[in-house]
């Protein structure tokens, strides 16, 4: 079946703008994750979805970042006024409920001018 | 929260050695910890997990042994061949709520040479 799809591939804005970032999980999969992933690193968790509630946005940096899922399945991840700091690979992840395991998307690489 | 490390962050063997790599967690409570290999500009792909009721796990050439009292686990991957070259993640989560969460490491740089 399909795996994980993020749009667009690749943004690039500039200072100050608003950007929306999407993510269509595995279909079923009740769970998804947005991470960020700067060059060289890990990938650092931003928020958890169960369903359509945010289960735990603990990681989001600041009050400019904002993510949805209203029906439960499709995610936005919503970016204000960005910074140049908000330059990474923007990640999303799925699974099913109850199973621990984690399956990535291609995740959309965000370029702040 | 969970803190975990990873070394070495770069390794470079010969094709056909064994490689290994190893990594460290803070949290007691993390109870999972899959193994991730990314190549450039492409999207983590999961190789390998280990529960915390599982000391070693093994697929083919990968195995990953797990020391739950020292907060430590390690991947193995024997007969290296290129196509193993690519960027190595470890990483820790708990088992439910807020823990779900994947705390990763910084990265293992592997670079099998012919």
Request: glycine fraction near 10%; charge should be neutral.
């Amino acid at each position: 079946g399909a795996g994980v799809s993020q749009t667009p591939s690749n943004k690039v804005t500039e200072k100050g703008k608003y950007v929306e970032l999407r993510c269509d999980p595995i279909s079923g999969h009740t769970a998804l994750y947005w991470y960020r992933q700067s060059l060289g690193q890990g990938p650092e968790f931003l928020i958890y979805f169960q369903g359509t509630g945010a289960a735990d946005d603990s990681g989001l940096p600041n009050d400019r970042f904002f993510a949805v899922r209203p029906e439960g399945s499709v995610s936005t991840l919503k970016i204000q006024r960005t910074e140049r700091g908000d330059s990474a690979v923007y990640l999303c992840a799925s699974s099913l409920m109850g199973s621990d395991t984690q399956y990535f998307g291609p995740g959309t690489r965000l370029t702040v001018l | 929260g969970e803190n975990v490390e990873q070394h070495p962050s770069t390794l470079s063997v010969q094709e056909g050695d064994s490689a290994v790599i190893k990594c460290t967690y803070s949290d007691s409570a993390s109870n999972y910890f899959p193994w991730y290999k990314q190549e450039l500009g492409k999207r983590p792909q999961l190789i390998i997990d280990i529960r915390s009721n599982v000391g070693e796990k093994k697929d083919q050439r990968i195995a990953v042994t797990l020391n739950k009292t020292a907060k430590h686990f390690s991947l193995h991957i024997t007969e290296t061949q290129p196509e193993d070259s690519a960027v190595y993640f470890c990483a820790a989560s708990g088992a439910s709520g807020s823990a779900r969460q994947l705390t990763f490491g910084s990265g293992t740089q592997l670079t099998v040479l012919p």
